[in-house]
């Protein structure tokens, strides 16, 4: 790797000469009485220096008989091809001339080239004041006649000019580009189109801003040329405050460049627009990987969409000295039983993360760049630069690389699907996988044939993609046959994510089961692993390779990351270290499965080798995550540690809840134990366990449910609350004997800090943490009904004898709107009644929680997780009927569940719902996770909210909280 950092040095030096250090400012004073090598541009130009030109001491340049715009005053060739240059002048225009932009330009013509105008610094310049136009200027192609002049968008206007300073920059990536405004012009920033900038009085420091109008699309505004300014493998911090115009009521506003490369322009976004408030700064900050040779580069901002004006204000851009990767640490690659790979891009290869990714993967998926928008972005246009460079990169460091993908939903073309009957779109579909295939022959060694097709919401588990729609079953047969028949060595996978998940991981074994059957040449399953910190648990992951085991493939994990949200909404500014030590035993427990799994599993491939690069900065929002091994320094995380040695991680605490009430201790498990979830205790060998507890007034009741399939005379569970240890044997009283181990139930002195320990000969597993004691969980029944209940919000007799429940547990304000609920089921639905007392109604604000209405909770697996599962629902109905639905980030799973009617009666008014539950058999004694909200809207402002019994204010984005419905006879 260092020759690789070495050579991307060496073609950086001989790009940019390096000038001796601090090589001398070029100043044009005019001190001397003479023109200093200035002289006329355009027939008819005069070019004279005399003192009523100057700006300071005695001598400036005047310039008259201008006929034409680009008319001026010129100097041959101060620049040095390679050497960036800050180019400052003062112009003034003689008395009575009207204001016109002056500018600055280059002229060159390259070797071989059309000659090239380039601007360096403009201004309105006025015969009031002198006006400082300032910018920066280097060029690197082998160039001739280089001219720098002064122009005038006046053709005829008379100008002064005094006090040009060229200073070259020591090394022009390395130096920093700041704009303050403060010198009352636009600095170096010019318009993208036909945007007006004018420097201003709003600020968001000192005195001056720049003021932008006139913006002709989103795209348009002010724009910096950093051509030079950034070297090609170097990272760079970039900032921006903005703010917007008087009239601007919101607004999103980002920082995006343009670069060119042979001519073709592409567009990155260094930060997605993002929220303005009316009023407010607002931070644009991010950073920047230069990784393409480029003849063009500007940064520049724009909106999301919209023209409206804004203010901008101290900018900065700065290099980011990178921190040497870690030497003195073991590879990844050489610490686990299997192929370690990370996906990668394009500006992953280059400097210290390309040094990164060799040094601990040998493994690698390039993460966009084989991809159909990628690969074949026109029908029977292929492009492989990109990706023949990450297969060269890849092979280069002995990395076996995973293609990933022949046939996808996302990221394909239009025309794939454009009038295509089925046959066109299989002949389509046949010639591009046979032309990936084929040319990657013996250097692809796995190809994800064909991603995401599973969707275990459809009776037959596949997802209506328009593969699908068009093409049904036969677009992925034909995937395989003919990936198979262009590399038959390669090995071919489907791939999918949430396959950890059991109604998924059982439509995908169903499919996959399917195609074997048939003979269709599927040789493995990829697992993606997109997790999160909190779910699903390792053991999950666990049963999934377990499941696919018995269909003798091989196995992959393809895509694995562990975001630190559990939800699509929350962002840390900064991310707390606990978290991140609380990946790192994640990651631990996730090796765990995939070592003691090893005979099954071929490769585990980390989606991005570091932090900053992760796919989960901007998806499905922009956040800040930190989903990998290494940070956005490239130095080892817990998360790394986790992986490689686990005993360097800090220990573990975790809380654990402990709601009010009391069970028998008699090795039985109560209903009470059902309405949460059990802790897991992590798998060491066979045995695992999960823990739970309740406080009481006589106490701290706990449970073990341990798996352990082997009874020993020493199996036991020790219990420490508060430095007391209790041990439970098999044969203890309050011990059971269960299907696949034991149960263990005491009642021990009420205590916080508690470590459940459970033994097995030799070996060991642990939960410690503090219990908090809580409020009871509440419960309710639905009873069940022969006939399903009118939806019409009229409490008919169906209704009579079902318990009712009330919201009381404010979660805004201490008083306002109420109900009474009711639920009751039938069928494969649950039925919901409210009556709710509120007799003023509005709806007239525009978010459907600040309406009067109420909220209907349903977690069919009463899951109880923080963040929702796909078929966890939150379903809300106004006061006059209105529905809205919310869940995972786009709700697919469950938008379509609800029906619901509401009347308005004296008082208040009255909901009827019918939430269908496909995802579980309903039946006698299920239970679901349950919660009903009630929101008192006082003209367009949400004045409270009142839950039955999530205390928290997150039942949003959290079913943690939720009571529980059991499903009753
Ligand atoms: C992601 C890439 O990492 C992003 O750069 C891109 O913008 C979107 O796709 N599942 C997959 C991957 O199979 O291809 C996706 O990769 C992440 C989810």
């Known amino acids: 790797m260092r020759t690789l950092r070495a050579l991307v040095v060496a073609a950086l030096l001989c790009l940019l000469p390096v000038l001796p250090a601090h ?147 020591g090394d022009p990536t390395r130096e920093p580009i700041t704009s303050d405004f403060e010198d009352g012009t636009a600095q170096d920033w010019s318009p993208r189109a036909a945007a007006v900038l004018e420097n201003g009085a709003t600020a968001h ?38 703010r917007l115009g008087p009239d601007t009521a919101s607004g999103r506003l980002g920082l995006s460049i343009e670069r060119r490369t042979g001519g073709t322009p592409s567009y990155e976004r260094v930060v997605a627009p993002k929220d303005v408030p009316a009023g407010e700064w607002v931070q644009l900050s991010g950073t920047y990987t230069l990784a393409y040779d480029v003849e063009f580069l500007s940064l520049y901002i724009e909106s999301e969409t919209g023209t409206f004006p804004f203010h901008l204000d101290d900018f900065t851009l700065t290099y980011v000295e990178p921190k040497p990767v870690q030497t003195d640490i073991p590879s990844v690659k050489d610490k686990v039983p299997f192929t370690m790979g990370s996906a990668l891009t394009r500006p992953d290869t280059l400097g210290v993360h390309g040094e990164l990714l060799a040094r601990h993967f040998n493994g690698a998926t390039p993460g966009n760049e084989l991809k159909w928008d990628a690969t074949e972005p026109r029908e029977g ?28 939903h996302s990221q394909t073309p239009d025309w794939v699907f454009e009038g295509a009957t ?66 038959p060595d390669a090995k071919l996978f489907i791939n999918d994510y949430n396959t950890e998940f059991p109604r998924k991981r059982e439509a995908l074994y169903k499919l996959v089961q399917q195609l074997k059957s048939e003979g269709v040449p599927i040789h493995g399953v990829g697992h993606q692993l997109h997790l999160n910190i909190e779910h699903p648990a ?149 045995v695992s366990a999960g823990f739970q507890a309740r406080s009481s007034s006589a106490g701290l009741y706990v449970l073990a449910e341990v798996t352990d399939p082997v009874v020993n005379a020493d199996d036991r569970v020790t219990f420490t609350v508060d430095g007391r240890t209790r041990a439970l044997g098999r044969t203890s009283p309050g011990v059971r004997r269960t299907a696949t181990g034991y149960r263990a139930e005491a009642l021990l002195p009420t205590g916080a800090d508690v470590q459940v320990t459970v033994h097995d000969r030799g070996s060991r597993t642990s939960w410690t943490g503090t219990v908090t004691p809580i409020p009871a969980v509440k419960r309710t029944t639905a009873p069940h009904r022969a006939t399903s209940p009118v939806l019409d919000g009229a409490v008919d007799r169906l209704w009579s004898g079902v318990p009712e429940i009330r919201t009381g547990t404010w979660i805004q304000g201490t008083s306002g709107a109420t109900a009474k609920v009711r639920a009751l089921w039938s069928g494969s639905t649950l039925y919901v009644l409210a009556q709710v007392t509120d007799p003023a109604l509005s709806e007239s604000s525009a978010n459907p929680w600040e309406q009067d209405s109420v909220e209907i909770f349903v977690d069919p697996g009463n899951g109880k997780t923080k963040g929702y599962e796909d078929d966890d629902g939150q379903y809300r109905v106004s006061f006059t009927g209105r529905v809205t639905v919310g869940g995972t980030f786009d709700a697919v799973g469950v938008k379509d569940n609800v029906r619901a009617a509401a009347v308005a009666v004296p008082g208040g008014y009255v909901v009827e719902a019918a939430v269908a539950m496909p995802t579980v058999t309903l039946g006698e004694g299920v239970l679901a996770g349950f919660d009903v909200q009630v929101n008192d809207a006082t003209g367009a402002a949400r004045t409270s909210a009142v839950t039955w019994n999530d205390a928290t204010g997150r039942s949003y984005l959290d079913t943690s909280h939720w009571g529980v419905v059991l499903l009753g006879r």
């Open 23 to 169: 090589a001398a400012d070029l100043t044009y004073d005019f001190e001397d009485g003479t023109a200093q090598g200035w002289g006329p541009r355009g027939d008819g130009v005069t070019v004279t220096v005399t003192p009523d030109a100057a700006r300071t001491g005695s001598g400036g340049l005047a310039v008259s008989g201008r006929t034409a715009t680009w008319h001026g005053a010129s100097i041959t060739g101060p620049f040095v091809r390679g050497v960036g240059y800050t180019v400052t002048a003062y112009a003034r225009l003689v008395a009575g001339q009207p204001a016109s932009t002056v500018a600055m330009t280059v002229q060159r013509t390259p070797t071989g080239g059309e000659t090239t105008y380039e601007r360096v610094a403009a201004a309105t310049v006025t015969d009031g004041e002198w006006v400082r136009l300032s910018g920066s200027y280097l060029f690197t192609a082998e160039s001739s006649d280089v001219q720098l002049y002064v122009e005038s968008s006046d053709a005829t206007s008379r100008y002064l000019l005094d006090d040009i300073v060229l200073s070259p920059l």
């Open 205 to 242: 420091a000192g005195t001056r801003g720049l003021t932008v109008t006139g913006r002709s699309a989103s795209w348009d505004g002010p724009a910096l040329n950093v051509l030079g300014r950034m070297a090609k493998g170097d990272k760079y911090a970039l900032s921006a405050w903005v």
């Open 381 to 408: 246009e292929f492009t492989f630069t990109d990706g023949d460079y990450l297969v060269d990169f890849a092979t280069g460091h002995g990395m076996t690389v995973r293609g990933h993908t022949l046939a996808w």
């Open 422 to 487: 089925k046959e066109v779109l299989l002949q389509r579909l046949e010639r591009h996988v046979r032309t990936l295939v084929t040319r990657y022959k013996g250097r692809i060694a796995v190809w994800d044939v064909v991603n995401e097709v599973v969707d275990e919401n459809q009776p037959d588990g596949l997802r209506r993609s328009k593969w699908y729609e068009i093409a049904g079953l036969d677009f992925i047969r034909t995937a395989f046959r003919v990936a198979h028949e262009a590399d």
């Open 538 to 686: 390792a053991a999950e992951v666990e049963a999934t390779i377990e499941r696919f085991a018995t269909l003798g493939l091989d196995q992959q994990v393809t895509e694995l990351d562990v975001s630190i949200y559990t939800d699509f909404v929350s962002t840390y500014d900064t991310i707390p270290p606990e978290l991140l030590v609380q990946q790192g035993h994640r990651y631990k427990e996730l090796f765990d499965v995939f070592r003691r799994q090893a005979a099954r599993l071929s490769s585990v491939t980390v989606w991005g080798e570091s932090d900053d690069v992760s796919w989960l900065r901007s998806w499905p929002i922009t956040r800040l995550n930190a989903p990998l091994l290494f940070d956005d320094d490239l130095q080892a995380k817990p998360a790394y540690w986790g992986v490689v040695d686990p005993a360097e991680l800090a220990p573990l605490v975790r809380e654990l809840e402990a709601p009010a009430a009391a069970v028998k201790v008699d090795g039985k498990r109560d209903l009470e134990w059902d309405l949460l979830p059990d802790a897991p205790l992590a798998r060491v060998g066979d």
